[in-house]
């Protein structure tokens, strides 16, 4: 009987691509950066400056690197993660804005020459 499974090298290629996404999505100044699993919308009545936006990770990235990585199907991987992020932000009018989100989950697409995660 054979097993599907995914090697401590591709566990580790899922990992290292999942720290560089949260990196890079966290550097963004976008209100709803493609990819990253979080945003911040307008306020009613308010318009807010993306350039601006600063995004935190607040807990939870240390905790990849002990994470189970699943194997969904020979081109994809999910791990369930508990990141908290915040955001920052001003509105037109001067005033500050500010958003917290968790992250549950992460998928790793595993079919191209890297791997490339989206958080969700």
Do not use: Y
Not at 4 to 9: C, F, T
Not at 58 to 68: K, N, T, Y
Not at 87 to 98: I, L, P
């Amino acid at each position: 009987e054979a097993t599907l499974g995914l090697s401590e090298v591709g566990r580790a290629e899922v990992i290292a691509a999942a720290e560089a996404q949260l990196a890079a999505c966290v550097k963004k100044r976008e209100l709803a950066p493609s990819g990253c699993g979080f945003s911040i919308s307008n306020p009613e009545g308010v318009k807010l400056k993306p350039s601006t936006m600063r995004w935190s990770v607040r807990s939870g990235a240390d905790e990849l690197d002990s994470a189970v990585v699943r194997l969904d199907h020979p081109g994809s991987a999910t791990v369930d993660v508990d990141i908290a992020v915040r955001g920052s932000v001003r509105g037109t009018d001067g005033s500050r804005w500010q958003a917290s989100v968790r992250l549950n989950r992460l998928r790793a697409d595993l079919t191209g020459d890297e791997v490339t995660v989206q958080f969700g």
